[in-house]
């Protein structure tokens, strides 16, 4: 009913920038809610990087506040993450979120990911 899929990622240098984009499709994807981007590095649970609302309010987690900015299209269905400032500790492979419920229940649809590397 919903898929999710992610591009942008890759190698980048410390200090750089990369943009991801997440485009949702099929025939329930206009009625997300909710989106966001959570990322999983090597060794460690998946954790929330940031979330926005289909009105635009958004949430970072502590550690990207300033550096990264999640935005929506929702014409297009699509979130944005665009990293600035990167940092080695930034490396994992990112997913993107959607949420959307139907008749009290909430679901949640997860993309392949995308993988980020910080690295000189």
């Known amino acids: 009913q919903v898929q999710l899929v992610e591009s942008g990622g890759g190698l980048v240098q410390p200090g750089g920038s990369l943009r991801l984009s997440c485009a949702a499709s099929?025939?329930?994807?206009?009625?997300?809610?909710?989106m966001g981007w959570y990322r999983q590095a090597p060794g460690k649970q998946r954790e929330l990087v940031a979330t926005?609302?289909?009105?635009?309010?958004?949430n970072y987690t502590e550690s990207v506040k300033g550096r990264f900015t999640i935005s929506r299209d929702n014409a297009k269905n699509t979130v944005y993450l665009q990293m600035n400032s990167l940092k080695p500790e930034g490396t994992a492979v990112y997913y993107c979120?959607?949420?959307?419920?139907?008749?009290?229940?909430?679901?949640?649809?997860w993309g392949q990911g995308t993988q980020v590397t910080v690295s000189s």
């Open positions: 979120n959607g949420a959307r419920t139907s008749w009290g229940r909430v679901y949640n649809y």
């Open positions: 099929g025939s329930s994807s206009s009625s997300i809610y909710g």
């Open positions: 926005i609302t289909r009105a635009g309010s958004t």
